[in-house]
């Protein structure tokens, strides 16, 4: 079964985009859906509109089009009607792959992981930042370089054509090679530099705030450290790591915000990024944001564990935070049916009894934008923090008396 989803939100002025995804062996069409969705909001994010989605089911992608040649000439005609700017693919590509569709299409091809780079070329706004995109930037390029010079050629702007910052066509796979060589040099220094400022933090339990992107971290950040940390309804609002010292009812802690996961994060990124990742990996306690209002919020958290579990390989005490409950929704069952409720059906009380209820104290549900049971949260926050502080930094003469000081008095201290 071949389905096309058509959706007419182009707008003129803006790059115009259609979306491709593949039905693989067990994935179910809602999945499907919602990847797509996800997609298409990383698209928006990236500055284009989309107009269709085409999808495909396939027992295996086609090794020189990745989709069967049938629904690529569907595609080809559509974009060529509508004059379409960028064909974007859910999945990663090969070479060859975007080779061949570029030609059949005479437009631009990227694939997700392309995606996500220009978004994070974007928004990087610090050296560290810059220096860390571009260095994937080039190593994603390094293996396309056969093809990818057509594009620098064109020197024009567009999704996916900022570049890692060069000014001349370069052809020669060695000068990338040394350039991804200066690039993790400059690296290194900012990472010895940065672990320096981290050693300095003694005695200082630290907290890491971690999730999906776009559930709500940065708000979080900004309510509790009153500070004023860029959030927008946007993935990757967030690239570089914002550390606060936060004072909370007596108990003093360094708050960080890290840039967000997401699904099939590149792998280059999170090489290139593993230095702002290493915040989560030296924190002594986590905050796992969840956005419970999404419909896929328990993907999400798997997503969050497993590239937890690739950077740290260590478990650490967590604090699961369930944001956004202003926006939960469900589908009120027929009273007269007796059969267990679907996920559309369930409550927030259902999901409270669901495996939520085995973490204990280690869970609450707030709204950081709505302010809704922010009391909880500080109260479960605090008492982890205090445990944690006793048992790593034990209390010695002249200091057991310091988290009884007031927030100015400890300012002197």
Do not use: C
Not at 40 to 56: I, Y
């Amino acid at each position: 079964m071949i389905e096309k989803i058509s959706k007419n939100t182009s707008q003129d002025g803006d790059e115009t985009a259609v979306l491709i995804g593949a039905q693989t062996k067990g994935m179910t069409t809602d999945q499907l859906v919602e990847y797509l969705d996800e997609l298409e909001f990383l698209a928006e994010t990236a500055g284009a509109k989309t107009k269709a989605r085409f999808v495909q089911k396939l027992v295996s992608t086609h090794p020189k089009t990745y989709l069967g040649m049938g629904k690529v000439r569907e595609i080809d005609a559509y974009v060529k009607e509508h004059k379409i700017d960028l064909i974007i693919f859910d999945d990663e590509l090969s070479p060859s792959q975007i080779k061949n569709l570029e030609r059949i299409f005479e437009q631009r091809v990227m694939d997700r992981t392309n995606l996500i780079l220009d978004i994070f070329a974007a928004r990087a706004r610090t050296a560290h930042s810059r220096t860390q995109v571009e260095l994937a930037q080039y190593q994603y390029l390094l293996p396309r370089l056969s093809k990818m010079w057509t594009h620098l050629e064109r020197q024009k702007g567009g999704i996916g054509m900022r570049g890692p910052g060069e000014t001349q066509i370069e052809t020669d796979r060695r000068i990338i090679t040394q350039k991804i060589t200066l690039l993790k040099e400059k690296l290194g220094k900012i990472d010895r530099q940065m672990a320096t400022q981290r050693k300095s933090r003694d005695k200082m339990v630290r907290v890491a705030l971690v999730g999906y992107t776009n559930v709500g971290k940065s708000t979080i950040m900004n309510m509790i450290s009153k500070s004023e940390v860029f959030a927008e309804n946007k993935l990757f609002a967030t690239l570089d790591t914002t550390v606060r010292k936060v004072f909370m009812d007596g108990v003093q802690f360094l708050l960080s915000d890290t840039v967000g996961f997401i699904r099939k994060l590149p792998t280059q990124l999170v090489e290139s990024f593993k230095s702002t990742l290493d915040e989560v990996r030296e924190a002594d306690m986590l905050i796992h944001v969840v956005d419970i209002s999404h419909p896929y919020f328990e993907d999400h958290i798997h997503t969050v564990q497993q590239t937890l579990a690739e950077i740290s390989g260590e478990e650490k005490a967590t604090l699961l935070v369930f944001n956004k409950i202003d926006q939960f929704t469900y589908e009120p069952k027929d009273e007269d049916d007796l059969s267990p409720p679907a996920r559309e059906n369930m409550t927030l009380e259902y999901w409270k009894q669901t495996w939520m209820n085995r973490l204990g104290k280690h869970v609450v549900f707030i709204s950081a934008a709505q302010k809704s049971n922010i009391e909880e949260f500080k109260t479960i926050l605090k008492e982890m923090i205090t445990e944690i502080r006793d048992e790593r930094y034990p209390f010695t003469e002249g200091y057991t008396n310091y988290w009884n000081y007031t927030e100015d008095e400890q300012e002197t201290k």
